[in-house]
């Protein structure tokens, strides 16, 4: 299964609650926090909703 490397490009302050909540499910806390995730639907699920904030590439 391939693997999805997530960076946290913009701050989180100011965010909606949820949005502040499921960057942090992602473990993303700081600017330039990067996490590896599964290229699987709950991850891109996450994406989808805060992928304003992100920069995703394939790991």
């Known amino acids: 299964?391939?693997?999805m490397k997530i960076t946290l490009k913009k701050s989180l302050a100011g965010r909606l609650e949820k949005h502040i909540a499921t960057a942090h499910a992602l473990g993303l806390k700081k600017i330039n926090d990067v996490?590896?995730?599964p290229d699987n639907a709950c991850t891109?699920?996450?994406i989808a909703k805060i992928g304003y904030l992100l920069e995703v590439e394939e790991a």
């Open 1 to 3: 299964m391939a693997n």
């Open 35 to 37: 996490t590896i995730q």
């Open 44 to 46: 891109r699920g996450k």
